[in-house]
């Protein structure tokens, strides 16, 4: 993968102290040890080289930063928490980091209007927790949210496990304050549902991946409270059987299905195997899993899952299942489907791909895409996990074991080649939340359609002229 390109020149010591002038002594981090957290990530996939990190406390701040940059032409790269798997939120190139982190303040809850109004640093945990005691539900969720910030998922589209009722980040987004690569403050802040008045500027820099300018700000939907939260896991014998429960649970109890996560054997042993205090809920082994979860207003969520999975034992789908007792039984079976990520890392070289195709095309993209890797690298071992609902899979394959780590990761496009191929014969995405970053990026213009190219680099050179904000992330520059 080249990530490397023309290099950022050396910052000089008027430019930094410039930019110290505007954050504080304090927040402007030049010490290498203390910009190491800020360069890698948790996978240690990338590294990247820095001389500034800047962690501005305000809007105002960030609009000053990025006026000095645009006069002295010094690229920056936007973080929030740092938990972007595309590399987007790495300064590869030794940029100057943004980190967004200090902008953590809640600036209005309106109950009665379900929004919030925060700053984009505001960790995604804070948030829901926020509006809970508010006496709603902000239902974006996924593995990271104890560390991921609502910038980064407003400007990576997170998706997560809540997805197939409530959408994605984007759909959770009702206005938004972006700060321009030239400094300009964009005030998109609004609580409304319906405001047709001309072209959504909005939605241009949800899933930029920081391209097009800074998120400092965000008005997010809420939704009322669940009364009732149930969760199964399932045991099946193919993704098919999977899809057909899909299919029962939806004409059972349509929204109020919140989760349906489809997990393969292999990725449900890693976590046993790999995590800390994790049990098989279910006493026997099977060749897949579900976790499904239904939402309630009503005290009736029990009583339609029990229907669910009686229809499903009825049909032959359904060989067994629990739903959980209590809370904690909950927690551990989510438990169980969040470390699946981190699990794969003690098994060695894991080449990832997050892909989406129609929900009813999973199950033939499963058995296609596991023949093609295993001849394409025999041993190789695939560890398909996802939103089976929302027709994304997370498609991780995992080195043979015993196989140089190295030697493995060498061949990442070979792999994603084979992949994506047939994800696109099957009209799907080869990115269907964690965005493109520097990791897919020269496969891009390969699979998204060619005018749409043109229009996203006018679109760029529109609102970034110079080619300062998060430059060769998502498009080379
Ligand atoms: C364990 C784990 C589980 C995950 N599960 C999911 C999942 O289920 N669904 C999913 O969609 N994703 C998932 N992700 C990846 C997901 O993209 C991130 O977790 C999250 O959305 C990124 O938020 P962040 O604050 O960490 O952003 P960062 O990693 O800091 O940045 C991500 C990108 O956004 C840009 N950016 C960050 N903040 C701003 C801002 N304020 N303005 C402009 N640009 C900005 C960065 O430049 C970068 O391009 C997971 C990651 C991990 C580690």
Redesign the pocket.
């Known amino acids: 993968m080249n990530i490397v390109q023309s290099a950022a020149p050396p910052l000089s010591p008027e430019w930094i102290a410039a930019f110290r002038d505007i954050v504080g002594d304090k927040y402007a981090v030049t010490d290498a040890a203390d910009i190491a957290p800020y360069l890698t990530e948790?996978r240690g996939l990338f590294h990247g080289r820095s001389q500034l990190v800047l962690r501005p406390g305000s809007t105002a701040e960030v609009a000053a930063i990025c006026k000095l940059a645009t006069a002295h032409k010094i690229a920056l790269?936007?973080?929030?928490?740092?938990?972007?798997?595309v590399g987007?939120?790495t300064a590869h190139n030794g940029e100057v980091v943004i980190s967004?982190r200090r902008l953590d303040k809640i600036r209005e809850i309106d109950a009665a209007s379900n929004t919030m109004t925060c700053e984009?640093?505001v960790v995604l945990q804070i948030a829901q927790q926020k509006a809970a005691e508010a006496d709603r539900l902000f239902p974006l969720s996924?593995?990271?949210e104890g560390?991921?910030?609502i910038?980064?998922?407003l400007?990576?589209n997170?998706?997560?496990?809540g997805a197939l009722a409530y959408g994605v980040a984007r759909e959770m987004a009702l206005g938004l304050e972006v700060v321009l690569a030239d400094g300009r403050v964009l005030n998109l802040l609004s609580k409304l549902k319906k405001d047709n008045t001309g072209y959504d500027l909005r939605n241009l820099?949800i899933g930029?991946?920081?391209t097009l300018?800074?998120?400092?700000a965000a008005t997010l939907k809420l939704f009322p409270k669940p009364r009732a939260i149930e969760t199964a896991y399932v045991g099946l014998k193919s993704p098919a059987d999977a899809l057909k429960l899909l299919s029962i649970s939806q004409s059972m109890v349509a929204g109020s299905l919140t989760s349906f996560e489809l997990l393969a054997d292999i990725a449900v042993d890693f976590s046993i195997r790999h995590g800390i205090d994790i049990r098989d809920p279910l006493t026997s082994k099977h060749l897949w899993y579900v976790l499904m979860e239904l939402s309630s207003s009503r005290d009736d969520a029990r009583d339609a899952l029990e229907a669910i999975l009686a229809k499903g034992m009825e049909d032959g789908i359904v060989d067994d299942a629990v739903i959980a007792a209590n809370l904690s039984q909950r927690a551990a079976f989510w438990k169980l489907r969040?470390e699946m990520?981190?699990a794969q890392k003690p098994e060695g070289g894991s080449i990832k791909h997050d892909i989406s195709v129609p929900v009813a095309a999973v199950p033939a993209f499963i058995a296609e895409a596991d023949a093609a890797v295993v001849k394409l690298i025999p041993g190789s071992r695939p560890v398909p996990f996802g939103h089976l609902g929302d027709g994304n899979i997370h498609y991780n394959v995992s080195q043979p074991i015993g196989a140089n780590t190295a030697d493995f990761l060498a061949r990442w496009h070979e792999v994603n080649a084979v992949v994506f191929a047939i994800v696109m014969r099957m009209g799907g995405s080869i990115s269907a939340?964690?965005?493109i970053?520097v990791l897919k990026r020269d496969e891009l213009p390969d699979v998204k359609d060619k005018v749409a190219i043109e229009l996203m680099r006018g679109i760029k050179a529109l609102l970034d002229p110079l080619g300062i904000m998060?430059p060769g992330?998502v498009l080379w520059s």
């Open positions: 948790e790269v936007p973080q929030g928490g740092n938990t972007g798997l987007g939120q967004l984009a640093g996924l593995g990271a560390s991921c910030t910038g980064g998922n400007s990576t997170a998706g997560g496990t820099f930029a991946e920081g300018g800074i998120i400092t969040d990520s981190a939340e964690h965005g970053g998060n992330k």
